[in-house]
Structure formats: structure tokens, C-alpha cells
């Protein structure tokens, strides 16, 4: 990446994409692998468009403002809060969801350590904790207990179950690398 | 909330000629979808500046310092481990910034620029001076947050984490509107609203920051970040330092201590950075520079502590500058 791959400001062309919306605009993305569409208004989130139009409602609604955690979906791979990311900024983007997880039947192993650890009790903010911890076992193989305690910083449990939340995501760490 | 269109261009010059009357620019989001719920921003239009190309990553050209594209989420920042040997003090500050959620979806732009926290702002029911009203609530009301340090007519303080580290960094930004480029110094960049200007920072309509720039001799400098906050984790700074120095045969050169969370700009008094010239930086003197930048402190009636805070704060970060 050389320095010149920032542009000094572009001139600016005559075929502006133009404004979409207010009123509903197509999004077309990819979730849990496969391709979805949507006819809704801009201001609409991601959480909205994946709890209503598409029915995936394992993602959780709670404070609706990216202060607790629960509605986290991972985007382009990354954890992120689905209830304050436009619907209409996915377009063309790979959204996973809690729904994603589990192939053929088995669980996800960072799900089947949620219930050997016994890693909720309300289950509410589960699917936020668990693609939370699913994101960083991709990126590190052998997290810490810092690292695993760190990557569910941004998902409240208001029951508490962070001790058990971070002995699952670790024994799933363990499961992955052995 | 109020309806809106969107746009997301390709290209800078795109994106600033759409940016005109009514709408807002609009990356991470993380900041703007909350003030738009809550009707503090009412954009006709939104222009997602995430599809520009090149604005997004950094480089280090030696004789060109360290460039970071305004568009680079936070975590990228935070996680390389190759930008920490650069310039620790940015993934320092970045550490405890929020959650590894706002992180990946924020960026260095939008940190730079967003509105602060005071909860009679963040009130859409509450007209305070800020937003045009008449009278600063937060001075007899609940003040926990608040300034201890430089206020005028209102007493919020500069929220970011970033903005304190790249300061002390002595870091430049570069501004791009329609009719041209500007580069300001961010340690100028931030204003305290007062007078006529109830805005926190010198961004003009129609404008957006395209990078952040530190000369290599800045990136010569030792730095240290520390941030105070009521929990360990998720939380704005009660009280951040950021300090830098050049360190020569165990003495400090051309300190800079940069405060966060206690004015409503990022705040430093030179007369302290120069008491500290050529010392080595013992608990005293340490103090004694602690004691300058907050002799002016007035306290409200619930942030004293912040007092207490960041004096012992600024003395840790300068001894580990030398430890």
C-alpha cells in the first residue's frame, strides 16, 4: 500500500450515483451464505431488515441504540451492532447470523461449549456472546483469557454469566486447535 | 426519526458535491445513527463516505511520516501490530476505546469528530446552550461528567480517546471540501464552544477529513496513555492522559501532556510541557507539571475527584516516559 493509495480529491464526474430513498429502496446482500433481498426505507437497521423481512429473529432487539450487545452480527466477518448499521450500507456485504452457525444439524462448537459450560441463564444476550467469541476464534487460534474476555466486552449479560461465558469461548478455543 | 435518502458514492470529489444543504456524511455510523434517532441531526440526505476508495489503511513513507486514511476502522488501528511498534500511543488509546463492535465499525474520521456526551445534550427534550438554548444545564445540575478545566457557556468535555494520543503526537489533518484541501493541526482543530460558536469543532459544512498525518520526528517521541474510567471496560474516560517526550540520556525533551475528558477541548497548558524541559521526570517534578496544567481547576459540584484523578494520572503517565 504506497502513500498514493489516498487520493488527492478526485474530479468530480457527472454521473453522481444519485440519491435512493426516503421511501423504500431495494438492499441485496449475502446471509448465512446465501443471497437475500429487501424492499425497506433507509433509516431502517440491520437488525430491522434481519427480524422482519427476512425472519431471522435469533438476533436479539434489546436496547436498540449499540449500547448493550445483544442484536451482534458479524459483517464481512467482523462483530458488529446490527441495531445502530443501516440496512442500506450492507448492500453487497456478508452478514452471519447466530442462525448461520450450525451445519447438518450440529451445533457451532462455540455453541455446543455455551451449553457444557452452562454460559447463560435468560439466553437473551447469548447470540450476541456467541458471535462475538465465534469472530475472534477466526482471527486467533489460541486467544488468551485477556484476548477472550476482551472480545465480549461489548455484549452486557445482565444475569452475570460472564465467568461461564469466558470458560465456554475458551474450552471452544481448546476444541478448535486440538 | 426523520426520513432521509442515501447515497454512497465511489469517489471523493463525488462525495463532496453531494454534500450540500441538509445532508450529512456518514461512515461507521456509530455516533450519527444515534443522533439522528434521537433527533439532534435531521439530514435530508445521508452520504455513506465507506465506498470511497483509498481513504481506508495507512502508510509509512520515511521523509512523509505516517499517514492514516480517515476512513480506517479503529480496530485496524488497534490491532496492527506493526502500527504499535510505529506509534503505541494511537493502539493505547484505541485499547479501552468502546467495544470491539464500535471499534470495527467506527472510524478515525468519525472519532475525530464526534459530539460529546454530556446528557443534557444528548436530551433531545432538553434545550441547553449547546444546542441553541439559553443556559448550560450540567453547571448546577448533574456535573459527574463534566468540565473541571476551560469552559465557557458550556461545561462538556471532548470525548474521544483518539484525539488526546494523536495530539500528543503533534499530529496534523488534512480537510477536503468542494472548493479545495486544508491541513490543520488537530491540537488546534477543536474549539471551546463559547460565544457564537456552540459547535465543538472547526469542521465547516460541506467539508470532510481525509487523513491524519505524524511527521517521522514525532514518531521518534516515547508516548503513554492512561485512561480513568468507572468500570474497566465500555466506558468514556473519566480522565485520559496522553504524554510524549523525546528522551536523551534518561531526560525529556519537548514533553507533550494532552488531557482527555476534564475540558471541552483535548486540553494542555505549555507552560507545563516546558517546566518539564530536560527533566528527568521524578515523582516531584512530575507533580509539580500536574499541578500546573491544573492549577486553573474549577471543579463543579460533583467532578472534583477528577482533580485528584488526573493529577495521579499525569504523573504515571510521565514516569513510565523514563521507566
Same mark, same amino acid.
Given at each position: ?18 440519491? *435512493? ?13 446465501? %443471497?437475500?433481498?429487501?424492499?425497506? *426505507? ?16 435469533? =438476533? ?62 435468560? %439466553?437473551?444476550?447469548?447470540? %450476541? ?8 476464534? *477466526? ?13 465480549? =466486552? ?5 444475569? %452475570? ?12 478455543? *481448546?476444541?478448535?486447535?486440538? | ?140 445540575? +448533574? ?30 489533518? +488534512? ?24 459547535? +465543538? ?75 518539564? +524541559? ?46
Amino acid at each position: 500500500m504506497g502513500a498514493d493509495s489516498i487520493p488527492r480529491c478526485s474530479i468530480p464526474s457527472n454521473d453522481m450515483p444519485p440519491f *435512493r430513498g426516503p421511501d423504500a429502496v431495494d438492499i441485496s446482500l449475502t446471509v448465512n451464505g446465501q %443471497g437475500a433481498t429487501a424492499h425497506l *426505507r433507509p433509516q431502517r437497521s440491520l437488525l430491522e431488515l434481519l427480524r422482519g423481512p427476512l425472519g431471522l429473529t435469533g =438476533t436479539k432487539l434489546v436496547c436498540n441504540a449499540g449500547n448493550c450487545g445483544a442484536c451482534t452480527v458479524l459483517v464481512d466477518d467482523r462483530p458488529v451492532y446490527s441495531c445502530i448499521t443501516l440496512a442500506v450500507a450492507c448492500e453487497g456485504k456478508r452478514v452471519e447470523t447466530i442462525e448461520g452457525l450450525s451445519k447438518d444439524g450440529e451445533l457451532h462448537p462455540v455453541q455446543e461449549a455455551f451449553i457444557d459450560h452452562d454460559a447463560y441463564q435468560c %439466553g437473551f444476550c447469548t447470540p %450476541g456472546q456467541v458471535m462475538s467469541i465465534v469472530a475472534l476464534l *477466526r482471527t486467533k487460534g489460541k486467544p488468551t483469557e485477556d484476548d477472550m474476555r476482551r472480545a465480549v =466486552t461489548g455484549n452486557l449479560c445482565r444475569c %452475570g454469566a460472564y465467568v461461564n461465558i469466558v470458560k465456554a469461548g475458551m474450552s471452544a478455543a *481448546r476444541r478448535a486447535t486440538k | 426519526m426523520s426520513l432521509f435518502s442515501y447515497a454512497k458514492p465511489r469517489a471523493l470529489g463525488e462525495a463532496l458535491r453531494l454534500l450540500k444543504n441538509g445532508t450529512i456524511a456518514i461512515a461507521g455510523g456509530t455516533d450519527l445513527v444515534g443522533l439522528i434517532r434521537s433527533g439532534l441531526a435531521k439530514p435530508d440526505g445521508l452520504v455513506d463516505l465507506t465506498g470511497i476508495e483509498g481513504l481506508r489503511g495507512w502508510t509509512r513513507e520515511k521523509g512523509k511520516g505516517l499517514r492514516i486514511g480517515a476512513l480506517t476502522p479503529l480496530s485496524d488501528l488497534e490491532t496492527s501490530p506493526q502500527l504499535r511498534k510505529l506509534a503505541p500511543m494511537i493502539a493505547e488509546s484505541l485499547r479501552d476505546a468502546a467495544t470491539p463492535q464500535l471499534r470495527n465499525m467506527g472510524t478515525v474520521g468519525g472519532n475525530l469528530l464526534q459530539r460529546n456526551r454530556c446528557w443534557y445534550f444528548r436530551d433531545e427534550a432538553v434545550p441547553c446552550w449547546l444546542k441553541g438554548g439559553t443556559r448550560c444545564f450540567a453547571v448546577e445540575g +448533574e456535573n459527574r461528567y463534566h468540565a473541571i478545566l476551560g469552559a465557557a457557556e458550556c461545561v462538556m468535555v471532548a470525548p474521544s480517546d483518539l484525539a488526546p494520543a494523536l495530539i500528543a503526537y503533534d499530529a496534523e489533518i +488534512e480537510i477536503a471540501s468542494s472548493i479545495g484541501r486544508r491541513t490543520v493541526k488537530l491540537g488546534q482543530f477543536y474549539i471551546t464552544p463559547s460565544g457564537r460558536q456552540r459547535k +465543538e469543532h472547526a469542521i465547516k459544512a460541506g467539508e470532510l477529513i481525509t487523513s491524519v498525518r505524524i511527521a517521522d520526528s514525532a514518531l521518534e517521541r516515547r508516548g503513554a496513555f492512561l485512561k480513568a474510567m468507572d468500570r474497566k471496560a465500555w466506558s468514556f474516560a473519566l480522565v485520559s492522559v496522553a504524554a510524549s517526550a523525546k528522551i536523551q540520556g534518561g531526560k525529556a525533551h519537548d514533553v507533550r501532556i494532552v488531557l482527555g475528558g476534564v475540558a471541552p477541548c483535548p486540553w494542555w497548558v505549555p507552560a507545563a510541557n516546558k517546566q518539564l +524541559e530536560g527533566s528527568v521526570l521524578d515523582d516531584n517534578a512530575c507533580l509539580a507539571a500536574a499541578d500546573a496544567i491544573l492549577a486553573d481547576a474549577q471543579p463543579l459540584r460533583d467532578n472534583g475527584y477528577k482533580v485528584t484523578l488526573a493529577r495521579e494520572l499525569i504523573r504515571r503517565a510521565l514516569r513510565s516516559l523514563v521507566a
